[in-house]
Every structure is written in C-alpha cells, then in structure tokens.
C-alpha cells in the first residue's frame, strides 16, 4: 500500500508541474495574446494577473494534496503534521497572491493568511 501512497503522491506532483507548464505555454499565453480580454476593476493586466493566479495555485493545491498522501503512507498519519501541509500550502497561495496581482487581490491574500496562521498555530500548539 505504501508504493501506491507514494506513486499517487508522485501522480499529484507531476499534475501539478504539467499544469503549470503546459498552461503557461498552450492556455494561458496563447489566451493572453487573443485580442479584447475582459477587464477586471478597468484592467486587462490585472484580469491576467487573476487568471494566471488562479491557474498556478490549482497547482500548488495539488501538491499540497500530495504531500498530505505522503503522510497518508506513515500511519497514523498526525493531525499536526497534515496541518502543517495545509499551512505552508496556503502561506504559498498566499505569497501568489502578492506575485502575480502585486498584493491588490485582499481577499485572496486575507484568507490565506488566515488560514496559514490557524494551521501553523494548531501545528505548534498540539
């Protein structure tokens, strides 16, 4: 059962680099270039940013979600540590945030780092 933890983590991992990678070069950078983008707020670059966003942190949910299957391999997996796997996943998505819409997605921002902060503490106080 072990192997097949670990080759579904691996799975995950490979998703989430193919996404990101071949998004980039066959969906994301070929819509960009298509003429009339919406705008978002009256910007198209800021419609980009979002787009771009929510596009690579799919992928870093999944890795996230892979190291959890990790843990998964080493039973009982610890409800500390699969916090802080929810932790640094969402203090990810949250540094995303700030590079690909430059800090002007709050809401994105706020919750993420509410939810890293309330994983992180957990981790540390159990």
């Known amino acids: 059962m072990t192997v097949l933890l670990y080759l579904s983590a691996l799975s995950l991992a490979v998703l989430a680099a193919a996404h990101s990678y071949l998004g980039e070069r066959f969906v994301i950078g070929p819509l960009f270039r298509l003429p009339g983008l919406p705008s978002l707020f009256g910007s198209t670059r800021y419609m980009q940013q979002i787009l771009r966003l929510a596009w690579h942190v799919t992928s870093l949910a999944w890795l996230g979600l892979a190291c959890i299957v990790v843990m998964l391999a080493y039973p009982p997996a610890s409800s ?11 203090f990810a998505s949250l540094l995303s945030v700030f590079v690909f819409t430059r800090g002007k997605h709050v809401a994105a921002w706020v919750l993420f780092l509410i939810v890293s902060v309330v994983m ?3 981790y540390a106080g159990t």
């Open 120 to 122: 992180l503490y957990y």
């Open 80 to 90: 500390r540590a699969i916090a802080a796997a929810i932790g640094v996943t969402a």
